[in-house]
Each structure stands twice: as C-alpha cells, then as structure tokens.
C-alpha cells in the first residue's frame, strides 16, 4: 500500500489550502456573526462557491462523473487530504460543494437515480444550486439498527403515502433544502433486510413539518439537525430510488465513503487545535516558564502529535481499500476509523481548551465547536458501540480461519492417570 500523495494531489492541497488561507479563513468571524445575528445563509456563501467552482475545486469528492457532472474526479485517497484541509474550519466543505450530507447524496443520486431523478435532483445538487436532506434515524427507536426504523411508505395507486417521525436531519432547516430521501418501510413483512426502501420527498410536499431545530450539546446550528413529521405525505412513484426492498443496501452503499469524509476533517479539526495548542502553550508563560515548558503540557502536544498521526494512517489506508478492494471489503476499517476518530478529535480538542484555559471555552477561539462535533460524531453514521462490535465480529471471523494460537501456549501437559 502506497499512501504517498501524487503530484497531482500536492498540487490541489496546495490550492486549496490557499484558497482556504485567502477567501475562508478571512470571513470566519464575519460567518459567526451572521449567523448569531439570524441571517442564514451567509451574504458571502454563493460568491465564494462560484470562485472555487471558477479555479476547478468543486465535487472533489466523487471518483467517477459522468461528462455533464461538474468535478474533479479524485479517489477517496487523493480526497482525504484535501478533506483534512477544509475541516479546520466547519462550514468549509460547502464553499468547494463537498459537504455533509449532500455529498452522500449526491454519491446515492449518482449511482441509483433514473434519468428523470438525475435531472431534477442530481444535476442542481452537483451544481450547488440547492441543498438536501437524508431521513433516516428516529426517535422512537434505536437507529443504530436501520431494520427499526417505522416510517411507513405505502403504495396507493401511482403514489406513494409516508407516514413517520425523523430526528438529527442535518439540512432541514437550511432555506435552500429542496429535496429529502427519506428512508421508511415499504414492506413490513418481508425479510428484515427488505423491508426497507428509499423515496425522493420535495421539501415543499404538503404534510413535512419541520418540528423543531435541535441543539447539539447545546449548540444550534443554522442549517439545522431537526425533527421532522411526515404526515400523509403524497409523492409519485417515480419519485422511488433504486427498487422497493433496496433501501438497507442503498444506506450501506452511502454511508461507506460518507463515514470516511467525517473522519477526514475530523483530522483536519484535530490538526488545528494541535497548532493552536502549541502557539498558546509558546506564548504563554505561568509560574515563570511557558507553559510548553511543563511537563503536563508538553506529554498532551506528544500524544496528540502521535494519535493524529496514527488516525491519519488509518484513514489513508481506509480509503486506499475502498479504492482499490471497495465498500464492503473495507468495512472492518471503515468501522475502526469511525471508532477511533471523533475520540482523538475530542481528545486533541480537550486538552487544547484546557491549554487556553477560559477562553477555550469561549467564541473566541474554534476549539468549543470543534469539540463539540467531535462528540457527536460519535453518534453520526453509527455510535461506537456498533462500530466495535463489527470490528470484534469480523476480527473473531478471521482469527477462527487461521491456525490456532493456542500452540504458542507453554503450560505444561497434565499427567495421564
């Protein structure tokens, strides 16, 4: 395995990083005031997307496009360090169209929609025209286990009925959100993995209430990760991706490369507050010493220098298996990254806000944020538990295929009677 960047690859990690440096890093605090102010969208959203569009850094994240699909068309390799990039700062993803969860979308869109779905949803989504939604997990039921969930799509005539309850539906608050995959049962009574499907929901369709946007951590965010009714809503059955019965394969087949992503700027979020550690603990002087200069201080820039890095490997080689063996040959380590990485996220980010002492828990610096979604991570695509527990299965599988260990044990034979 080779996880080396390309030329190619250095060359938009430079670009990108500078775009970031000139166009981004500039409006962080002209974003956050916005945003407290209640204006969302930001004024300067669309005018930064059409400049990176304009220097070709755009949909950096799909490997394979057709020729009208506008792109860069990289592999999950060439994206992880451009990903890193933009996730030192958390609505930077959107500026080069590469953010959760239309990017997901846009991968599920890619692969499963009809001509007639390309042109209405794909198409825009590729373009950065309008935003989306993905409506799976539930309040009512543990989510982890997507043959929970209740949502129910019923089939009436050419249409389809959707009755259920969402919650955590990142975008759906967000004003240009044009579009909901929503993801229900079509066939209660079909073999559990069948039961479930996927269906293209307007969100102007009468019957979707957004209920309420909720905190995380008691942080709201603009675009919203809200719960959300569907109450006899009515759309054609046209509007079905993929085949009824196919949805837990198309949720597999979408969550793959999005859990990846998350775990990409995750690095890039941990990076930074190990950079802005450092300057603090330099700068800092207490009881006649920088702060670098104690113990404490300088073992916390060690380990998180050693976990980033060792996270960063992981993922390296997580998206050169999804490149070259796919999704599901990948999905022990696809589950490992997952695991592991919001942890040292919040880790690194914790020990960061400790080093700045009050103000890391202040707007002044990016760490609360960043540790903040660090933590719900945790939960996005799959809590830990679950990502360990297909680790263990699968580790347990392939140990059972190889000789016994048990050879190397040296306790001595019992006598024979």
């Known amino acids: 395995m080779d996880f080396s960047y390309t030329q190619k690859v250095e060359d938009l990690r430079r670009r990108v990083r500078g775009f970031m440096d000139q166009h981004v890093v500039p409006r962080i605090r002209q974003w956050n005031d ?33 020729d009208d699909e506008p792109g860069t068309r990289l ?12 996730g030192r700062v958390s609505w930077a993803s959107e500026v080069f169209n590469c953010n ?5 979308n846009m991968e599920l869109l890619h692969m499963f929609a009809s001509p007639q779905q390309r042109e209405q949803w794909l198409l825009p989504l590729l373009h950065g025209r309008i935003r989306s939604a993905f409506a799976m997990t539930e ?9 929970n ?14 009755n259920g309850r969402k ?3 990142t975008n759906a608050a967000h004003p240009n959100c044009k579009v909901f995959i929503v993801m229900g049962k079509t066939d209660p009574d079909a073999e559990s993995h069948r039961q479930q499907s996927m269906i293209l929901v307007p969100s102007d369709t009468p019957g979707i209430k957004v209920e309420r946007n909720i905190s995380v951590l008691n942080h709201m965010s603009p675009e919203g990760h809200c719960e959300v009714t569907f109450t006899d809503v009515r759309v054609p059955v046209a509007n079905l991706l993929g085949e009824e019965g196919s949805g837990f394969a198309l949720a597999q087949a979408r969550l793959g490369p999005g859990r990846i992503h998350h775990c990409m700027r995750s690095i890039g979020a941990a990076e930074l507050a190990l950079e802005l550690m450092i300057e603090r603990a330099e700068e800092r002087k207490a009881f006649g010493k920088s702060l670098s200069q104690h113990g404490t201080i300088g073992e916390w820039i060690a380990q998180s220098r050693i976990e980033i890095d060792q996270a960063r490997l992981l993922v390296l080689k997580t998206a050169w298996l999804i490149d070259n063996v796919g999704v599901r040959e990948a ?7 997952k695991a592991l990485v919001p942890t040292v996220h919040t880790n690194v980010c914790d020990r960061a806000m400790q080093v700045f002492g009050a103000m890391g828990l202040s707007p002044d610096t990016p760490l609360a944020d960043h540790w903040t979604w660090g933590r ?16 263990a299965r699968l580790e347990i599988r392939r140990n059972q295929a190889m000789p016994g260990a048990a050879a190397y044990l040296t306790k001595p034979e019992r006598e024979s009677n």
């Not at 102010?37 to 496009?65: I, R, T, Y």
């Not at 959760?100 to 997901?104: E, N, R, S, Y």
């Not at 999905?331 to 990254?337: G, L, P, T, V």
């Open 331 to 337: 999905r022990k380590e696809i589950s490992m990254i």
């Open 34 to 66: 916005e945003v407290h102010a209640g204006h969302f969208p930001v004024s300067f959203m669309e005018d930064l997307k059409a400049q990176a569009k304009a220097e070709g850094l755009w949909n950096l994240f799909l490997p394979a496009l057709a």
């Open 149 to 162: 969930i209740t949502t129910r799509i019923r089939r009436e005539g050419d249409e389809y009925v959707i």
């Open 167 to 169: 919650w955590f539906i």
């Open 376 to 391: 719900g991570l945790r939960f996005a695509d799959g809590p830990d538990q679950v990502h360990l527990q297909t680790v």
């Open 139 to 147: 309040p009512d039921v543990s989510s982890s286990d997507a043959t």
């Open 75 to 86: 592999s999950n390799l060439d994206y992880a360090p451009l990903a890193e990039i933009m």
């Open 100 to 104: 959760a969860p239309d990017t997901g």
